[in-house]
C-alpha cells in the first residue's frame, strides 16, 4: 500500500502563490504516476496534472497550463504543485493520487489518495 498525506492548502489573496506538498510513505516503488486533482463544491473532481517518475515527463490540464507546476524530490518522496496567478476559481480542495502504471486525467486511474488540502483564494 502507498499512504499520501497533502499539506501547504490555506487562504491566499487572488494573484498569489501556494506551494502544495503531497508526502508519501509505503511501497512507493510500486507507484509510476503522480498525480494532482481538486473537487470545488457541487463540481466533479477535476485533473489538474501529473507527473510520471523516473521519466519525469510532465501533462497538464489546459485550466492551470503556465500557471501550475508539478515536481518531485524523489529523496523526500515528495511531489509538489506551485500554484502561481491563483484566481477565486481556483479555491477547492486539492488532492494528490498515485498510479501504479501510466495515467492521465482519468480519476480512476489513480489506485491511491491524499486526504485533500483546502485552498481558498480571496477576491
Known amino acids: 500500500q502507498v499512504q499520501l498525506v497533502e499539506s501547504g492548502g490555506g487562504l491566499v489573496q487572488a494573484g498569489g502563490s501556494l506551494r502544495l506538498s503531497c508526502a508519501a510513505s509505503?511501497?512507493?516503488?510500486?507507484?509510476?504516476?503522480w498525480g494532482w486533482f481538486r473537487q470545488a463544491p457541487g463540481k466533479e473532481r477535476e485533473f489538474l496534472g501529473a507527473?510520471?517518475?523516473?521519466?519525469?515527463?510532465?501533462t497538464y490540464a489546459d485550466s492551470v497550463k503556465g500557471r501550475f507546476t508539478i515536481s518531485r524530490d524523489n529523496a523526500r518522496n515528495t511531489v509538489y504543485l506551485q500554484m502561481n496567478s491563483l484566481k477565486p476559481e481556483d479555491t477547492a480542495v486539492y488532492y494528490c493520487?498515485?498510479?501504479?502504471?501510466?495515467?492521465?486525467?482519468?480519476?480512476?486511474?489513480?489506485?491511491?489518495w491524499g486526504q485533500g488540502t483546502q485552498v481558498t483564494v480571496s477576491s
Open positions: 507527473i510520471r517518475w523516473p521519466v519525469g515527463s510532465t
Open positions: 509505503g511501497r512507493t516503488f510500486m507507484t509510476y504516476t
Open positions: 493520487a498515485a498510479a501504479r502504471s501510466y495515467a492521465g486525467d482519468d480519476r480512476y486511474a489513480y489506485e491511491y
